[in-house]
């Protein structure tokens, strides 16, 4: 009991030093999309940006994320069997595998641009069209260096050294800021692009001086064995499929946009960024501290602790997500204005965002259960239904994109990844229950049901507070906190009279790390 306990508890302060660094990159992210909002609204220049980047970023979403998933396991198995520093040397040749796929991946994606552009941006004039060809050609070196940078990125993540691991990305915000501040009236558009080249730069670079620091060769003459290389393709190709099908989706809603009115890419972008936040402060660093530990315990056979985690995994994402739901549709309009709207990006913009992230919010919890749900595939080394329903999210979302962005224009393309993403995690909590041999889920549901009820009474008092105070023409930002402080107040106390030994266990423990961390 004593070794289970100490493992939860590791993971929790592993996702609190993860959670408050990220907090911090996902503010200079925000404060980033501010000053592009101020700059440049949600002009067509934006749009064709937006799709340009979207092809290296999706790829980079899709190869890093398998890459990282596949090497994680595997390079726990080396470390079990081998001597630390051969395990290192083959990680090391890794490296430089990948580093020259990337190469040779960037280079093709500069000789095609011409036509992954008109495919990609095929809602766009000719002018469009060929401003977007030259900054896609420029924002092709982004996969050499973020492609080796994801191997650092693995390696650090696998020796848990989760400080250094959320640091490296604060480089690409803060020297995104900096250029959009200082060369945005010269270079205009082009400015987000040397933004994203140098800060993805300096965060390679950093990964890299860190690693070398404690010891990690990048020097290394020896290759991994033959049955590590083929353990290390079972795993990705799986992952690889699955990520290109889940990430696909994001390009796919980005592309659909483009018929739509000018502005609609830049509007679901905007909105994206502001509903993914609780799923990366949160949901992803709680998923990155937890894949270490499970990788550990499958390969241990270690059910029992994994079926424990799983379950304490589905209470913390209810736990998180519904009040962010909550937040989100009562304070949708009130946040974009706050952020967004100053400069190019007006009454109107802030207006069409705001509904787009409503939207997107009713799907929080689903898509944070997606994320948990692949680490532990991933680290049961059983990828092939992450494939499947990667084929079935992808043309799901393409039907529904279809019908919904008809009815309701950008909005329903939102509604269409929310409504995917309920279906997929229906399927995807189906088949891990079976391969944990899960037979029930009576807890659960009995704290979903508690934290259900207490956003319930969260939102509807929002929403009713809210109301009332706008009636009497209190200013945004003051009505904006009031109704928030509110929320947050009714929701602790909805858990607190109807709290459940798990709630409260999920709350001390959080307490604790807490405690741990100031002392």
């Known amino acids: 009991m004593h070794a289970r306990a100490d493992a939860s508890v590791d993971i929790a302060r592993a996702s609190l030093i993860i959670v408050a660094l990220t907090v911090v990159d996902k503010l200079l992210a925000i404060l980033k999309e501010m000053v ?116 650092l990125a693995a390696l650090l993540q696998a020796k848990k050294r989760f400080l250094y691991l959320q640091t490296a990305p604060l480089f690409l915000n803060i020297c995104s800021i900096l250029i959009l501040l200082w060369l945005a009236p010269a270079l205009g558009i082009d400015a987000l692009v040397w933004g994203l080249i140098v800060g993805t730069l300096c965060k390679t670079m950093y990964m890299a001086v860190v690693l070398g620091r404690e010891g990690f060769s990048f020097s290394a003459r020896r290759v991994p064995d033959r049955s590590g290389l083929s353990m ?183 509604l269409s990844t929310t409504v995917t993403a309920g279906c997929i995690s229906c399927f995807f909590l189906y088949l891990l229950k079976r391969r944990l041999g899960i037979t029930g889920f009576p807890r659960v549901r009995a704290n979903v049901c508690v934290i259900t009820g207490a956003g319930l009474a969260m939102l509807a008092a929002g929403w009713v507070f809210r109301t009332a105070c706008a009636a009497f023409g209190m200013e945004p930002a003051a009505l904006f906190c009031a109704t928030g402080v509110l929320m947050v107040a009714v929701y602790c106390a909805g858990l607190w009279l109807l709290r459940t030994p798990e709630i409260s266990g999920c709350c001390s423990l959080v307490r604790s790390v807490f405690r741990t961390a100031a002392g």
């Open 36 to 151: 592009v909002a101020h700059r440049f609204g949600i002009s067509s220049d934006l749009d064709v940006f937006n799709i340009a980047y979207a092809v290296p970023g999706i790829l980079l979403l899709i190869l890093t994320g398998a890459l990282i998933q596949a090497f994680i396991p595997l390079y726990h198995e080396w470390r079990s069997r081998l001597p630390s520093e051969q395990a290192d040397t083959a990680a090391c040749a890794l490296l430089w595998a990948a580093t020259l796929f990337f190469m040779l991946l960037a280079a093709a994606l500069y000789l095609l641009s011409p036509q992954v552009f008109a495919l990609t941006g095929y809602g766009f004039n000719a002018a469009q069209q060929q401003q977007g060809i030259r900054l896609q050609q420029f924002l092709a070196v982004l996969l050499v260096m973020d492609g080796a940078g994801s191997v």
């Open 232 to 414: 290390f393709v079972m795993l990705a190709l799986p992952l690889l499929g699955s990520a290109l099908l889940a990430n696909c989706n994001l390009l796919v809603d980005q592309v659909m946009a483009t018929g739509l009115a000018a502005g609609s890419v830049s509007s679901l972008r905007y909105a994206f960024r502001v509903y993914d936040m609780p799923v990366q402060i949160v949901v992803l660093a709680f998923s990155r501290a937890l894949f270490p530990f499970v990788s550990q315990q499958a390969a241990e056979m270690d059910f029992e602790s994994l079926r424990r985690h799983f379950r304490q995994s589905l209470i913390l994402i209810c736990l998180l997500s519904v009040p962010a739901t909550a937040g989100a549709v009562v304070l949708a309009r009130d946040m974009i204005g706050i952020l967004f709207q100053r400069g190019a990006f007006d009454a109107a913009a802030a207006v069409q965002t705001a509904q787009v992230l409503i939207l997107y919010s009713l799907g929080l919890f689903f898509s944070a259960y997606c994320f948990v749900n692949g680490v532990f595939f991933a680290a049961l080394k059983h990828t092939a239904p992450l494939l499947y329903m990667g084929v079935l999210s992808t043309g799901l979302n393409i039907a529904l994109n279809f019908l919904f962005m008809r009815l309701m224009g950008v909005q329903g393309i939102a």
